[in-house]
């Protein structure tokens, strides 16, 4: 484990497919166990302005392109072209967190998180898990997001640009899946017949969290 761990600072890994509830869960986690959270998209928002597109050729590469180019390709490609992506952002996380004061634990949350690349720098495995959507929660979800729609409304066929990304996000779900479990480590499925509490409360045991 690089230095963003030490005797006073754990860090727990929150990871998963887009639209599975990490956002939501990880807040209520940190106002329970009194966790510091890093929120991964919310972080690269200001680590796009300083990318090395020799360091991150691809991530440089999707940033350039437009919606357009995105959305509209075979889902294969699109699918390649995530987990390539996720894969360079890594480093930029890990510098990330390695800059931040350690006061207290750390809860790390976003799909950027890919089982292989945290199981190199894991602690103990009961530290991270990996959370998926069912298709029909995904879709639910996706649907009251007025800035999905916003974004796919740029593209030549708006409704074939939302079903590319709907189906790539689910074949990437899939794929979460497949290495985690591999790996041996936790994955779950989000259904939508659990509330976020309860999910949270689930995610807090597999992390032995206790208010102690």
Same mark, same amino acid.
């Given at each position: ?33 009194? @966790? ?26 999707w940033l350039a ?46 799909t950027a998180l ?94 032995? @969290?206790?208010?102690?």
């Open positions: 484990m690089p230095e963003i761990e030490n005797e006073s600072r754990k860090i727990f890994w929150l990871g998963g497919s887009p639209c599975s509830g990490k956002t939501s869960i990880s807040e209520i986690l940190a106002s329970r166990f009194d @966790l510091d959270v890093y929120h991964v998209d919310d972080a690269f928002e200001i680590q796009t302005q300083s990318l090395n597109p020799e360091q991150q050729p691809n991530l440089s590469r392109s437009s919606w357009n180019e995105r959305w509209m390709q075979p889902v294969e490609i699109l699918v390649e072209d995530a987990i390539a992506c996720y894969r360079e952002q890594l480093a930029v996380i890990l510098n990330d967190i390695e800059k931040k004061p350690d006061r207290k634990s750390l809860l790390v949350e976003g890919l089982p292989r690349q945290i199981a190199r720098i894991l602690s103990n495995p009961s530290q991270a898990i990996w959370i998926v959507p069912t298709s029909s929660f995904q879709k639910e979800h996706y649907s009251k997001r007025e800035w999905a729609r916003t974004i796919v409304e740029q593209c030549d066929d708006p409704e074939a640009a939302f079903q590319n990304w709907m189906e790539r996000d689910i074949r990437f779900a899939e794929w979460i899946e497949a290495e985690a479990g591999a790996l041996g480590l936790l994955s779950w499925r989000i259904d939508g017949i659990r509330t976020m509490a309860e999910n949270a409360e689930e995610v807090a045991r597999h992390f032995q @969290l206790t208010t102690d």
